[in-house]
């Protein structure tokens, strides 16, 4: 296993990911942007999953601009789609793309900080669904399709969220890791294999960062860009059998970058 730096400095080699189809969810902005910039960058067409349908596009403009393979867009509340809108998604992943190959499970939704005994049951309902329930129903739609891929990978979002005033978003996040690990059990095996991981990047200079810590200078914290190293290396087979790591990174340097750009 490759140590904190390794992994924030590993670059692939070109077209790793060739040919590979990758699903990345919250892709319009953040880390969701970085990664799949980088993952199309190294050969592997990307499915733009978002709600922001303006802030997909531009993304896609991004890639299309910088001559990588040609993305998809899936736009998709995640807050409101159902099980069989999940179907119908995996269903088109085989029918257009030929399947799939990997799946970061990346789109957040962190409403508010706020005491426990003041949630009320309509932000607590939105706020599972989208960091929790959501991601169930992406893959289980989309295990089949992983099942059938040479090489598959599911990589989490993580965050530290087990403290006060998080949550539903805590609780969500801490469900997340529960299902990151039991999925892991399932399919660490020598038949059907799939490479399970999660990063937690600690604090970015996201718009979710930035909505939720209005008083903090964002100048000190670290581009989204300086962490696609690890995501890079879980995805691709550089990785191999390693499964079921949970990396944590602690605050970046605001000037840290990534050995590739």
């Given at each position: 296993?490759?140590?904190?730096?390794?992994?924030?400095n590993?670059c692939?080699?070109?077209?790793?990911?060739?040919?590979?189809v990758?699903?990345?969810?919250?892709?319009?902005?953040?880390?969701?942007?970085?990664?799949?910039?980088?993952?199309?960058?190294?050969?592997?067409t990307?499915?733009?999953?978002?709600?922001?349908l303006?802030?997909?596009?531009?993304?896609?403009?991004?890639?299309?601009?910088?001559?990588?393979?040609e993305?998809a867009?899936?736009?998709?509340?995640?807050?409101?789609?159902?099980a069989?809108?999940?179907?119908?998604?995996?269903t088109?992943?085989?029918d257009?793309?030929?399947g799939?190959?990997g799946?970061?499970?990346?789109a957040?939704?962190?409403?508010?900080?706020?005491?426990?005994?003041?949630y009320?049951?309509?932000?607590w309902?939105?706020?599972?669904?989208?960091n929790?329930?959501?991601?169930?129903?992406i893959?289980?739609?989309?295990?089949?399709?992983?099942?059938?891929?040479?090489?598959p990978?599911?990589?989490?979002?993580?965050?530290?969220?087990?403290?006060?005033?998080?949550?539903?978003?805590?609780?969500?996040?801490?469900?997340?890791?529960?299902?990151?690990?039991?999925?892991?059990?399932?399919?660490?095996l020598?038949?059907?294999?799939i490479?399970?991981?999660?990063i937690?990047t600690?604090?970015?200079?996201t718009?979710?960062?930035?909505?939720n810590y209005?008083?903090e200078?964002?100048?000190?914290?670290?581009?989204?860009?300086?962490?696609?190293?690890?995501?890079l290396?879980f995805m691709?087979p550089?990785?191999?059998?390693?499964t079921?790591?949970?990396?944590?990174?602690?605050?970046l340097?605001?000037?840290?970058?990534w050995?590739?750009?």
């Open positions: 296993m490759k140590t904190n730096q390794e992994l924030l590993y692939p080699k070109a077209q790793l990911l060739k040919d590979r990758i699903l990345v969810t919250g892709a319009g902005s953040g880390v969701g942007r970085a990664i799949s910039l980088a993952y199309a960058r190294f050969g592997a990307i499915v733009l999953l978002g709600k922001i303006k802030d997909l596009e531009y993304v896609y403009d991004e890639i299309e601009a910088a001559g990588y393979p993305p867009i899936y736009p998709l509340n995640m807050e409101g789609a159902t069989k809108d999940y179907h119908d998604m995996a088109t992943f085989t257009k793309l030929g799939l190959d799946i970061v499970l990346n957040g939704w962190l409403p508010a900080f706020m005491p426990f005994k003041e009320d049951v309509e932000t309902s939105k706020t599972l669904s989208v929790l329930h959501a991601n169930f129903l893959t289980q739609s989309c295990l089949p399709l992983l099942e059938a891929s040479k090489d990978a599911i990589i989490f979002s993580a965050h530290d969220s087990l403290k006060a005033y998080n949550g539903a978003f805590g609780i969500a996040k801490a469900g997340t890791q529960a299902m990151m690990d039991i999925l892991t059990d399932e399919y660490d020598d038949e059907n294999f490479r399970i991981n999660s937690d600690g604090p970015l200079r718009q979710m960062r930035k909505s209005p008083g200078d964002m100048s000190t914290l670290a581009l989204p860009e300086s962490v696609v190293g690890p995501y290396y691709g550089d990785a191999d059998k390693e079921g790591h949970k990396v944590t990174f602690e605050k340097p605001a000037d840290a970058k050995s590739g750009e």
